[in-house]
Structures are given as C-alpha cells and as structure tokens.
C-alpha cells in the first residue's frame, strides 16, 4: 500500500491553485483612477524565469499554468470583492507584445497527461470571462498594444472586443498549424468561426499563417474590432471601456473576501472543511466526500454579506473546485471517484434556499453563478463519476446534482436512505449544453424530468428507481460487493477509452460554442498531440526550435 | 502612365520591358516612391545638382556612372548579379539541390518577413539621415551622404522588386507598407530598433555608416548565400553599394580622429574640455558614441538563441556569411557556447550550433568592425597620441537577447542597476556631449575650399576629382 501510495504521487511537485493578488507573479490587478474604479485592469507581465516548473523561460509573455491560476484567481476577485466593476481590460507592460500564447517549450517538456489538463484549465478560464459578461454584466476588452499570437490571441478572442495598436508590425495570429503542427486548442479555432463568426474561408487563411495579420485586414476580416494607430490607441481603448461600463448591467453588491481555503494537503489526498478528497492509490479510486452546511446558514443577502466566503454554499463549493484540480492535476492514475455526499438532506435545503428566494440579489447571483462553475468543472473532469448513495448520504437539491452529473448512481436500498429534488435542479446550474442535469438525464423524455421536479418529499430507493433518478439499487447484501466491483471494473477499463466515452455520453443533447471546445476542438488537439507529426521524433511540436525540420507522414486519415 | 515605367527610366537587367506584372506594380508604387522621397528624402537639396553614381548595368563600367543630377531624377535602378550557373542551394537540409527561381510555397512567409525586415531598414536610414545637410563638413560630405541616401533608396527598390515579382498581391501590400512605415514614429515606427534611432549629427552619422550599415553588410551576405536565387542576386549586388557606405563612415571617424589628434599634438592639451574649446571632438565623446552605436547594431543581429535562424538555415532561406570558409554545411552537429547571467552568475551554456547562427554571424561583424578601429587607432598613434578606441564587451547596453536589458559595463562585468545609472554618462553620449556636439555643427560648409574645423579632409576626391571640386552645385 505504502509503495502504491509512492507510485501515485506525483513526479513533480503537486500543483497548488490557491493564489491571491498580493502574490500574483504575472499578473498586476489594478483599477485605474481615469475610469472610477469601474475598470479593472489585468495588466499581464510575465516573469521569464517565474514558470511552474524547470527547463523554459516565459519569454514575450508567454505562459505556462502558473500564468493562468493566477488569471482564473483574479476573474473570480473580481466578480466577488470589486462589485464596483463594470468592464474588464487586458493590457501588457511588454513593449509590443500582448503574449505569445502558451510557451511551446514548456508544451515540449510536459507529459501528455499534463497538456490535456493544463489546456482544459485554460478553456475554462477562457469561458469565465466569457461567463462573467454574459452572467454578471462585466464585459472584457483586449487591448492589444502589441502582437498577439497564438494563445495571446486566444486571451482576446474569449473577451467581448479587440483592439489592436497599428503601427505596422503588431499582429494577431494564430500560428500553431504552420509552425507547430498543432490546433490553437484553447477555443481559438472555435471562437473565429462561432464567436466572431469570421467567414471560414478567411478563418482558413488566418489559422495557416504564421505572422498573422495586422491592421485593416485584421479588422476588414472580423478578427479585430479595431485597429487605431498607437497615438490613438489608450483614447480608443478608454472609449470603448467608457461604453462597456455605461450599457453593463451589473449591480453592486457588499464586497465578499475570498479567504484561502487552507487545504490540508497530504499524500493521498486533502482535508478541508467541507471536502475531503481520500485517494486510494491501490484501487486507483478517490472518495469526494462533501459535508452538509452549519445549522445556521444565511438565509438573507444581508446574512450571506456578513458571513462571507465562510458561507457554506461558497466555501464547500470552492473547496470542491480546488479538489477537482488537486485530482486532476495531481492525482493522474486515478480511474474513479466515489462521489459522496453527508449529511442531511433538510439542512441542505435549508442552506440553498437562499439561492431560490433571493435568486435576483447580485451577491447571491454570483454565488450561484460560482456552484454553476465548479459543476462544470465537475462535468468536464475525465474521471469515472459514480454516485454513492446511502443512510449517511444528503444527495438533496445541489447537491443532487453532483449525483445527476455522474456516470452512474448507486444507491442502497434499505429504508432511510432518500434523495431530494429542488427547485434549484430545474436549471439553475445548467450544463455545457445549456441543459439540466435533470434534462441530459432524462433526454429520452423531458416529462421524466418534470415529473422528478414536482416530487417535494423525500424519494426513497423504491421510489427513485420508479422515477429513473438512479442506475443501481444493490441492497444491503449486495452493496458492498457490487460497489466494489463495478470500480474494480471500471479501473481495469482503458482510461483514453473511458475519457472519451465519458465525453461522449456526458454531453447529450445540442452543441454549444462550449461543447465543440472541449469535445471537437480538444479531441482533435488531443489526437494530433500523440501523432508523430506532431510529437513523433521528427514531429513540429518536438522540433519546433531546434535545429532540425520536421518530417511528416503525408498520408491524410 | 506606363511610358514612365520604361528601362530608360529605370535602368535593369530584369527585363522589364517585357514584364507586364512587375509594369504594372511599379506603376502604382512609384509615384508613391517619389512622394515618399520628397517628404522624407533629404530636406532642402532636392534642386541641387549632386555628383553621384548611378548604376546603369552590372558590369565593371556599367554600375559605377558618375555625373551631376538632383536626387528626384536619379535613376533608381533594379539588378541582379550575374547568374551563377547550374547554381546549387550551398548548405542546410536541401543542399545540393537546385536553386529556387521561385519562391516555394512553404517558405513564403518566412522569405517575405526577411526580405520585408531587409527592405524596411533602407529608406528607414534615408529617412534617420534627412537632416543632415544642414550642418554638413564639407560638399565632399554632402555628396557622400546623398549618395548613401539615394542607394539606400535603390535598395529598396532591389527589395520591392522581390516582393512585386514573387509575392503577389500581399508583396505589393508590403512594398506599400515599406513607404508608409516611418523612423522614429510613434504610430508607424520602423520594424528594427536602431533604425527609429535619431540621427541628427554627423559624427552620429559616421557610426552609423560604420556600425549599422556594417550590419547590413553581414545580413547581406548571409541572404546572398539563399536557395532563392533572386534574393542572392539581388544582395550580392547591393554589397557593392554597401561597401561605399562603410568606406563613409569609417574614413569619416578617420578624419576626425585625425584632426583631434593633430589639434592635441599641436595644442599640447589633452583635457576634453580644452579641446572642444579648439573646436574639435575629444575622443572620450567619441568613444561613447561608439559605444552606443556598436550597441545598437549588435542587437540588429538578433537573439543569442534563435529558432527562427535555425529554421532559415535549415530550410536554405539565409545562411552565413561566405558559407564557402565552412567545411560543415549542415551546421547539425556542432554546438555554440554562450555566457548566460542566471541566478547572480554567469554560466555557460552549450547551444546546437543552428540555433546560434545569429551569434555566428556577430562574431564574423565584431571581427570586422575591429578592423576598421585598428585602423582609427594607428591614425591617433601615427600623430603621437596614446589614445585608444575600444569596442565595448558585446553584453553592453543590449536591448535585444540574452543580456537585453540587464546592468553591464563596457567590459562585460554585471553591475549594480544604481551604479549603471550612475555610470551612465561615461559610457554613452550624455546631453552635454550631444548638446556639444551639435554646437560644434550649427552651420554647413558650402564653400569646396573649405572643410569644417572638427574634421581633417580626405585623402583624396571622387573619381579623380580634387578635394575642393564642386561636389554639390547649390540651386541658387
Ligand atoms: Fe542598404
Ligand atoms: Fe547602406
């Protein structure tokens, strides 16, 4: 067991997401005075030799995942403690450059394991900015004093508008096809067709040139909004800010702190309060264990302000995200979670009513929009989902959805064991897909998912397996062993077949601009990310700065 | 229109007479060359009649055609070099093999950005040097830079004949783009660093023809060595052009250096301070001038470590300089040692040699350039003076690479960030020696007998002409 344990840690050492401005290496957060605090500015200065690991300097602003915690860190501030702020503005203290885009070097020495997940987390930062304007009324400038290519300009396209300086030689590219045999997988390809809804044809043309283009043709072929030149540039830049901050509909509320979550990490696994993640390295199965809330949640966004970060509904659910990533990232031999879920359903209830009856409040609007991020964290993370459902289980309205977002669900049938519908599963934390749990759930039949809704008591095994709510109901009996077996099983499974079928079966129903970034756009990229042309010896992506030229293998699947 | 574009108007070897397309972009482009040259050509003497050379062929009596002309009518010419027959491509991973009449598709974006990044810096010096006249030394002086001007001009006509003749409607986009770039601008500045610098006196000049248009030399012979044959043609015969500039500013230091040195020996004084009241440059100023051009030009050559020159080696796009001298070709095994300052120290760090071909081609300038100070130095010695001239450490007040930005002194050594700044002024031009230097040069010398007092006169004339001759006839 011990030496299990051993095998499971990771090479290097664990990857921490906890950050906080004062600490930020990358990244300056400030609100600058000419806009009243209205404005936040994320002014990106990447520290060459302050990467994540050894072996690559984040020249020209490029970035490794160290750069991005930061950034996700910072989107979350300020939708929670600068409830002031109207628009979002993304600036670089380079001189002509904005970014280069994820740094290829850091890409060259990474496993496969890691760029999949260090992609994911971008992609998922890249939709919070996207998320807080469309949610909470914040939109986002990129304001491009300098060239930005490849993941620089995959930063740009998630905001709502560009401006690039012309001054002749800054550009926005996307060079990854020609120079590195690769997709520009953080949403960029997506982005140009769906988003700005360049025309494919020039989208062709832009994706397959390195230097990328500048200027009026940058802004005649939609991937600009505007190219004024540098003297004009801060005066293009602050009016269209000054638009953004007078049509946002953002409403001020009291401003939340978001404390550190103090996770108690150790080798096989971490405490926090609400959480607790307990891998078993041997079975290669983690148990996610979430608490049930204090019996004195707040009931009112007046409460909810004081209280703080410490309410039970932000910190049990911030605590859910770090653990996500703490699995994803350090934990990779992990097939399985067991999901779990403490505690009683009524206090539950109790603790998310808030959400309900004071949806409209902007400090709980935020909170909701929060547990609607983790979920789709939860969704998107390539690990068998299993539900576990028994006495001690407070699988109620929220907290359902974790059960209804799993692969499959266990539940013990034995008297005493329930889980409960809210109204809060009718979709209110809608999926990638825009659709519920509940709805992907019942795809087959949408009346299923209505009638799930309407059931206000408590729905016991008998009951549940009526309803269509669960996959399994093993009795007392059978429970242990039939538990044991289906991770068994499910461990034995290939994990690239598991991560794809998940995927695929996960995410019934229509496609979104989401859904085509972390399944088309991430599923190509992930294939041509083992193919020797891109990583082989003689592949682009290995030889990319060094001394040799790639060879490829023509042939076209 | 057309009968402008004509080869009596613009003397080539590249038949345009029959080349419809190139006709046709240079019909547009040209009236915009014109307008570019009259805004930003040398101000002041466009009516005035200058001594200059205008190449008319390339063979040894064709290309050097003396006469009195004004600049807007000088005939900006496009050549080739002659064809080198059954030409193969010279190193890199397809030696061996023929070279390229046209662009291959997979290199051309790479070839436009280098001969874009060529191309931008000719009328980028035109447009640094335009001030010039005004304060010029001599008519000797004043033809010389406007004949550095109109050939830089000229090659930048030999760069946007590439782009017009092989790059399609994206190289006439460029080529317009060359003309609307401008030195020093805010808004539209030219793409390398020492070209937005300003240019404004002539002893600023004079490094600047030996330092920066030295670069140019090498970034030339590394392009002549190309696969695109094109390209090699048309570099090879711009260095013949270069070497006059060159010639410019190293004989241009040279007079200076002698007239300084003379004034010491005959005024016995050697206190700079004494000697800029004789009215002539002491060569502590000059040092730092040096200093800070020699650094501006180092950082043209760019990064330490690049992939961008291993992939130009390696595709046959740009190679060294007079790659003949190398046994090597493939340049695939070796590796470059270069000192990185990591962590408080300097360490070593081995780099495969194609990532290290822009230092390569440092090491071959650096080399050069130490030439031309030897010969300043036995100048200084030859009047009995014990001063010398020193190039500083290659680290120094670099903007661009490893050592970018990063306190070192002119022998290499990393300082403190606060002595640096307090250094400062002994290492590079301070405003009192700029504000000196201009003082000395406030008014131009018209008059062919005379040559201004800071500067001795040349050995010798232009083609066989007398020193005083009427380099410049003045539109009175
Ligand atoms: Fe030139
Ligand atoms: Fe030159």
Redesign the interface.
Known sequence: MADAQQNAAPAHPPVRFETAPERYRHWKLDFPKEHEGKVARLTLDVQD?GGLREGYSLKLNSYDLSVDIELADALSRIRFEHPEVRALVFASAKDRIFSAGANIYMLGLSSHTFKVNFCKFTNETRLYLEQMSAESGIASLAALNGTASGGGYELAIACDEIVLS????SAVSLPEV?LLGVLPGTGGLTRLVDKRKVRRDYADVFST???GVRGKRAVDWGIVDESP???QFQQAVDRRLAAMVARSSAQTHPSMKLTALAGDYHVAGTNYRYVTLAVDAGRRVAARTIRKPEDDEPSTPAELASRGADAWLVRAFRELDDALLDLRFNYANVAAIEVRAEGRASAVLQAERILVEHAADPLVHEVTCLIRRVLKRYDNTARSLFALIDQKSAFAGVLLELALGADRTYMLAVDGVSLRTSALNGGTFPMATELSRLQAHFYHDASKAAAALVETAAIDTARAGELGLITFAPDELDWEDEVRIAFEERASLSPDAMTGMEANLRFVGPETMETKIFGRLSAWQNWIFQRPNATGAKGALTL??????PEFDFTRT | MSNVINSERIPNNVGLSEDKRLQRALEEWQPNYLKWWNEMGPEGFQRDQIFLRTAISVDSDGWANFGHVKMPDYRWGIFLADAVKDRTIGFGDNMGQPVWQQVPGEHRNSLRRLIVTQGDTEPASVEQQRLLGHSCPSLYDLRNLFQVNVEEGRHLWAMVYLLHSHFGRDGREEAEALLERRSGDVDKPRILGAFNEPCTDWLSFFMFTFFTDRDGKFQLLALAESAFDPLSRTTRFMLTEEAHHMFVGETGILRMCDRTAQVMKESGKDHPDDLRKLGVIDFGTMQRYLNLWYSLSLDLFGSEVSSNAASFFANGLKGRAKEDQYEDHRALEGFYTIDRFNEGRWSKDDIPLRNALNEVLRDAYVEDCQRGVDKWNRTIAAHGVSVVLKLPSRKFHRHVGANANLPIDVAGNVIATGSFSAKRDEWLPSESDKAFVQSLMTAPVFDPKQMANWISPPKQGIKGRPVDFEYVRRDA
Do not use: V
Request: hydrophobic fraction near 15%; aromatic fraction near 6%.
């Open positions: 030799n012309d001054d002749g030689s020609p040139l390195a230097e030149s540098r003297a990319y700065g060094k001394p040799e030229r």
